[in-house]
């Protein structure tokens, strides 16, 4: 099984269709192959979400949601503790949407929230004894959970997947910035 070409493609130059759509509009086809896109990336979204809620129960993790693992595999891989602000900054969430997810891990027990020696504003968050004893089976829910989705895929296509998301992830980074700087010339 071969894998799509998910390398950008040239634009190829624009006219009006048919249908009488605008010069440089993309046609009606490419408007629903890119519609189909970014619904899939929803139905992707809640496809993991389910498979690592349903990998998590088998492993015996309980009191943790896919997101907030996603924040304690952050502080693992920091290998420091980090501020909320630092983890909101990596995950591209809201300072209030990490608090929430940092007061629920600490009421599970998978993290601690202590003052920072160096600046007593700022507090610090590290994971607990508790997670790095279960650090072995989020790996195991990782690895199952990869192995599943891109069964199929040589490591080519996994190059092609991760280079073209990256890519839609830096142009909406980008186009939000620029709205954002609309917003602030009003």
């Known amino acids: 099984m071969s894998a799509p070409d998910l390398e950008p493609e040239p634009e190829p130059p624009a006219s009006p269709d048919a249908a009488g759509e605008r010069a440089g509009a993309p046609s009606l086809e490419l408007r ?57 900054e990596h995950q591209g969430l809201s300072q209030p949407t990490i608090g929430r997810f940092v007061r629920a891990l600490e009421t599970e027990g998978w993290v601690s929230r202590e003052v920072d020696p160096q600046d007593a504003r700022a507090i610090l968050i590290r994971p607990t004894r508790k997670a790095r004893r279960a650090l072995p089976r989020f790996i195991a829910v990782s690895n199952a959970m990869l192995d599943r989705a891109f069964e199929g895929f040589g490591e080519v296509a996994v190059r092609r997947v991760a280079s073209t998301t990256r890519r839609l992830r830096e142009n909406l980074e980008r186009a939000e910035r620029e709205a954002a700087g609309d917003r602030d010339e009003r």
């Open 32 to 88: 629903r192959l890119q519609t189909e896109a970014f619904l899939n990336f929803g139905r992707l979204h809640r496809a993991l979400d389910s498979c690592v809620g349903t990998l998590f129960a088998r492993e015996g993790l309980e009191g943790i949601t896919p997101a907030q693992s996603a924040l304690l595999m952050v502080l693992f891989q920091a290998r420091r503790p980090l501020t909320a602000r630092e983890l909101a």
